[in-house]
């Protein structure tokens, strides 16, 4: 059982069994939880040291009732047993300190994280040795967050333009004809249907998405602008290997967000300029978070096949069983 994140409940169609029985079977007699040796304390901190490696990734999650978790994992896991190096409730480096031994700590080199402020001082504190690398696709997602907030307030304003001009057409006594554009949206609908297109490069483009785009860019150059300096950025940790020529690209990509004056840039201007150097590891090595996430959906998922958590504990025991 322990090897398929699945509930006793969805066996009962297939065994005609009481599945809420068996769940209670399976924790008390025919799995090892009751001797589980890390029982007494797996709600505040679990830990398997022998998980460790050089290269790790760090998140957070929530189990249940909003309840936070900082969870280390080896790369080396590549999400199946030996993935999960600790787990430790809260987002607080003393307890991270406090459960993996300091020479343990010390052998990381390498830890990628997403740009939470908790989550530096956890590397930063707990492991001295460890170069942090701030995940690219946390960095491309602001910069695709400043493009949708864009195409959102010119759709807020179409939006409240046909009420206007149907006031307007009523005042003058004339019939109400709104613009269609050569494709058939009206302006709402075709920012509305933009917004799929402008997470992809142009060159994954339908014939249709081809279409919208062209129009889009016509009637709103500045999206348009939008939509190249995130391009840009996405060329830049796709292409590039050398660190130093990333550098240069880089630091012309931030004096290209600095001069186009977009307001919904603003975020990803000041996160570079806190963040830069760490942004930068990623091109000594090419890593990514994308472990972590990964995991994270797998124990999102299997939250799920249990219809939420409510023994943590017992949750806890299973999630180690198969990624532990």
């Keep these: 059982m322990d090897?398929?994140?699945?509930?006793?409940?969805?066996?009962?169609?297939?065994?005609?069994?009481?599945?809420?029985?068996?769940?209670?079977?399976?924790?008390?007699?025919?799995?090892?939880?009751?001797?589980?040796?890390?029982?007494?304390?797996?709600?505040?901190?679990?830990?398997?040291?022998?998980?460790?490696?050089?290269?790790?990734s760090i998140d957070e999650t929530s189990l249940s009732n909003g309840e936070r978790y900082t969870i280390l994992t080896n790369k080396a896991g590549k999400g199946r047993k030996g993935t999960i190096v600790a787990m430790v409730e809260g987002t607080?480096?003393?307890?991270?300190?406090?459960?993996?031994?300091?020479?343990?700590?010390?052998?990381?080199?390498?830890?990628?994280?997403?740009?939470?402020?908790?989550?530096?001082?956890?590397?930063?504190?707990?492991?001295?040795?460890?170069?942090?690398?701030?995940?690219?696709?946390?960095?491309?997602?602001?910069?695709?967050?400043?493009?949708?907030e864009m195409r959102i307030a010119h759709r807020w304003n179409a939006i409240n333009e046909e009420p206007n001009a149907i006031e307007n057409a009523k005042a003058d006594g004339v019939k109400y004809i709104p613009m269609v554009l050569s494709n058939r949206d009206k302006k709402k609908q075709l920012l509305a249907r933009s917004r799929y297109l402008l997470f992809k490069s142009g060159d994954k483009w339908t014939d249709k998405q081809k279409k919208r785009a062209a129009i889009l860019f016509e009637l709103y150059p500045d999206i348009k602008q939008a939509y190249s300096l995130?391009?840009?950025?996405?060329?830049?940790?796709?292409?590039?290997?050398?660190?130093?020529?990333?550098?240069?690209?880089?630091?012309?990509?931030?004096?290209?967000?600095?001069?186009?004056?977009?307001?919904?840039?603003?975020?990803?201007?000041?996160?570079?300029?806190?963040?830069?150097?760490?942004?930068?590891?990623?091109?000594?090595?090419?890593?990514?978070?994308?472990?972590?996430e990964s995991f994270n959906a797998n124990l999102k998922a299997f939250r799920a096949t249990q219809r939420g958590v409510v023994d943590i504990e017992f949750f806890l025991f299973r999630v180690a069983n198969i990624y532990a």
């Design 3 to 56: 090897n398929f994140p699945i509930s006793s409940n969805s066996l009962e169609k297939f065994y005609h069994i009481n599945g809420d029985y068996f769940g209670r079977q399976y924790k008390e007699h025919l799995s090892d939880y009751q001797e589980w040796d890390q029982k007494g304390h797996a709600k505040e901190w679990m830990l398997f040291a022998e998980n460790i490696g050089p290269q790790l």
């Design 92 to 148: 607080g480096s003393n307890k991270i300190i406090e459960t993996i031994p300091e020479n343990l700590r010390e052998t990381v080199t390498e830890i990628t994280l997403d740009m939470a402020g908790s989550m530096n001082k956890i590397v930063t504190q707990s492991f001295p040795n460890a170069t942090k690398v701030i995940d690219r696709f946390h960095v491309q997602k602001l910069a695709y967050d400043a493009l949708q």
């Design 230 to 292: 995130t391009h840009s950025l996405r060329l830049i940790f796709s292409k590039n290997t050398n660190k130093s020529v990333a550098y240069t690209k880089m630091a012309k990509w931030f004096n290209d967000v600095t001069e186009s004056g977009f307001k919904s840039f603003n975020t990803i201007s000041a996160t570079f300029y806190s963040h830069y150097p760490v942004i930068l590891n990623f091109f000594d090595n090419r890593s990514t978070n994308a472990s972590a």
